[in-house]
C-alpha cells in the first residue's frame, strides 16, 4: 500500500471536516445570538435556524467519499503523488465551500430570527456556495478515474 495515496486521502478528508467545522461554527454562533435576541424580545427562537447551522457538514462528507475513492487506488502503481495532490487541491476546495456556506449561514441565521421571512431564499444562497464542494468532488472523481 502507498502511503502517498494514503495522505492524499487522509488530506482530502481532513481538509473537508475543517472547513465544515468551521463553518457550522461560524453559524451555531450566529444561531446562538440570534436566539439570545429572540428570548430577550420575548419571541420564539426558530427552531430551523438549525437547519442553517447544519448546512456545512455535508462537505465532510464529500470528503469521506473522495478518501473512499482514493483508498481504491491504493493498488495502482504510481498513483501517490497524483492523490496527494487531489486530495490537498480538492480538500481545500470542499472545506473551503463549507466554510464560506457557513458564513452565509451564520448572516442567515440573524436575518431569519430577526424578520422570520426569507428562508428558501437564505437555503437557495448556501445551495449555490454547497455547488462548488459537489462540482469539486465530481471532477476529483473524474480526474481519479484517469488513474489506471
Given amino acids: 500500500m502507498d502511503p502517498m495515496i494514503v ?8 481538509l473537508s471536516a475543517a472547513g465544515s467545522a468551521f463553518g457550522t461554527g461560524f453559524a451555531a454562533s450566529a444561531a446562538v445570538g440570534a436566539w439570545k435576541k429572540c428570548y430577550a424580545a420575548n ?7 438549525l437547519g442553517l447551522v447544519g448546512a456545512p457538514i455535508t462537505q465532510t462528507l464529500y470528503g469521506m467519499i473522495l478518501m473512499f475513492i482514493m483508498l481504491g ?3 495502482v502503481a504510481g498513483a501517490g503523488f497524483a492523490c496527494v495532490l ?13 466554510l464560506f456556506q457557513g458564513r452565509a449561514a451564520a448572516a442567515a441565521c440573524d436575518a431569519q430570527a430577526e ?8 437555503f437557495g444562497a448556501l445551495g449555490i456556495v454547497e ?13 481519479l478515474g484517469t488513474i489506471k
Fill in 7 to 14: 495522505a492524499g486521502a487522509i488530506a482530502c478528508l481532513g
Fill in 43 to 49: 419571541k420564539p427562537a426558530p427552531f430551523i435556524l
Fill in 73 to 75: 487506488k491504493t493498488s
Fill in 86 to 98: 487531489l486530495g490537498i487541491f480538492a480538500g481545500l476546495g470542499i472545506g473551503l465551500s463549507a
Fill in 115 to 122: 424578520t422570520g421571512q426569507g428562508l428558501t431564499n437564505y
Fill in 131 to 143: 455547488t462548488v464542494a459537489i462540482f469539486t468532488m465530481v471532477f476529483t472523481i473524474i480526474a
